[in-house]
């Protein structure tokens, strides 16, 4: 908490405003701010204004509700102990059997995130996971042999970890700011 709270002075709110940037580093922060999401920190606009653009594009709903369905996916996670309980070993051992998974998960969060960039293509990083993750859930729901449930696991931990990273940093990377008639006007765009 104390971290978190000291974190609201060292973060920088734009790059024209933070004092430990230098002049150079400044105007290179600037840069990548209009090369990469096409906005200018020092234009502002009305609140109200870019909150009814933003209720009102489709765009913004699809992507809300991208990310609440993969919240919901997620939800599994909750039930993963319980799920390695039914195994029938012990507390310890469905402990330990409970680890791989969320390593696994990591391990391709990471690579797909990194695989995402070097590309530059998000759509297929983000359906692929889904469709392994939704695999997993598939032969969860439908076998009651140990081996293929707890493979099952690993998919569907791989699944929504694997597109959590992808969601978000498509969601960031779609809403972008560009100035109209000199105010700060949000617009989203498909990238």
């Keep these: 908490m104390v971290l978190s709270l000291l974190s609201i002075f ?5 790059p024209s405003t933070t004092r430990w940037l230098s002049d150079q580093e400044k105007a290179v922060a600037v840069h990548r701010l209009r090369m990469y999401s096409g906005s200018r920190d020092e234009e502002r606009g009305p609140l109200l204004m870019g909150v009814r653009m933003a209720v009102s594009d489709y765009k913004v709903w699809l992507l809300s ?3 609440i369905l993969k919240t919901s996916a997620g939800a599994v996670t909750a039930f993963i102990p319980t799920l ?7 507390r310890v051992e469905s402990l330990l059997l409970t680890a791989p998974p969320y390593v696994l998960a ?8 990194l ?27 439908s076998t009651t042999t140990l081996a293929p ?3 099952s696991l690993f998919l569907m931990l791989g699944g ?24 700060l006007v ?4 498909w990238k």
């Design 149 to 151: 449930r707890y493979f």
């Design 186 to 189: 949000p617009v989203l765009t």
């Design 65 to 67: 509700l991208i990310v």
């Design 160 to 183: 929504v970890y694997g597109s959590f990273d992808i969601a978000y940093a498509w969601i960031s990377s779609t809403v972008c700011k560009v100035s109209v008639n000199t105010r």
């Design 84 to 90: 390695v309980a039914t195994f029938k070993y012990g």
């Design 106 to 113: 990591a391990i391709v969060s990471l690579v797909v995130s």
């Design 115 to 141: 695989s995402s960039d070097k590309r530059e293509e998000r759509y297929f990083h983000l359906v692929g996971p889904l469709v392994v993750g939704m695999v997993g859930y598939i032969i969860a729901s």
């Design 10 to 14: 060292m973060l920088p709110d734009f």
